[in-house]
């Protein structure tokens, strides 16, 4: 089955930025979407479709999909955005739909 | 705006059947999406889903977990719900039912989840 792989860390400063990485063969032909995740909560839509944010999503998350390796990129970092980050892709042709990514923590230090 | 709410026991036997039920509200016909899906998620690990369920009542599974797994809809009572049989303590984890947005199937909602544990 189609594999999705994250760094397991990630640290940034305050006001920096962040890559988050998403590896998978050919990834760059499918839709990738991104989710954060807080301590104790549900998943958040961040991206969705490469590159696109759902209303109330700040403009600091952008995303790009390109070859092997989607990424999300958050600029201005800040302390809330500390969390757990999943990518995910819809595969129609597999039986298994849905695939998430192995999951990346952001600390901010 | 939808919501979802997942219900159903925190505690169950190994063996026994599992039943969750996903209470949606605020679906129209400019949000609907194609359906809802179910997910759960071990501590500590990411995302697994399990099952989906389009407006139209076809189904998809997981194929590892496919026999076990039943999904089903009641919209008169705007109720989702899966069951799962055979429990065992590796299905501990908390579980989700999520929106599917029609590009792609983006889970653009998700309910709160509900947290079962598999224990005697």
């Known amino acids: 089955s189609y594999v999705l792989t994250q760094p397991p860390s990630v640290s940034v400063a305050p006001g920096k930025t962040a890559r988050i990485t998403c590896g998978g063969n050919d990834i760059g032909t499918k839709s990738v979407h991104w989710y954060q995740q807080k301590p104790g909560q549900a998943p958040v839509l961040v991206v969705y479709?490469?590159?696109d944010r759902p209303s109330g999503i700040p403009k600091r998350f952008s995303g790009s999909n390109s070859g092997d390796t989607a990424t999300l990129t958050i600029s201005r970092v800040e302390a809330g955005d500390e969390a757990d980050y999943y990518c995910q892709m819809w595969d129609s042709s597999s039986a298994l739909h849905y695939v998430f990514g192995t999951g990346t923590k952001v600390t901010v230090l | 705006q939808i919501t979802l709410k997942e219900s159903g026991p925190t505690l169950v036997k190994p063996t026994e059947t599992l039943t969750l039920t996903c209470t949606f509200s605020g679906v129209s016909d400019t949000n609907r999406g194609v359906g809802l899906g179910w997910f759960r998620q071990p501590p500590g690990e990411a995302p697994e889903w399990l099952a989906l369920i389009y407006w139209n009542d076809d189904d998809r599974y997981s194929p590892s977990l496919r026999s076990r797994l039943t999904i089903t809809k009641d919209t008169s009572k705007k109720q989702v719900v899966l069951t799962m049989t055979n429990m065992d303590t590796v299905d501990t984890a908390t579980y989700y039912c999520a929106h599917m947005r029609f590009s792609y199937h983006g889970l653009d909602v998700w309910g709160q989840g509900t947290t079962v544990t598999v224990s005697s």
């Open positions: 479709d490469d590159s």
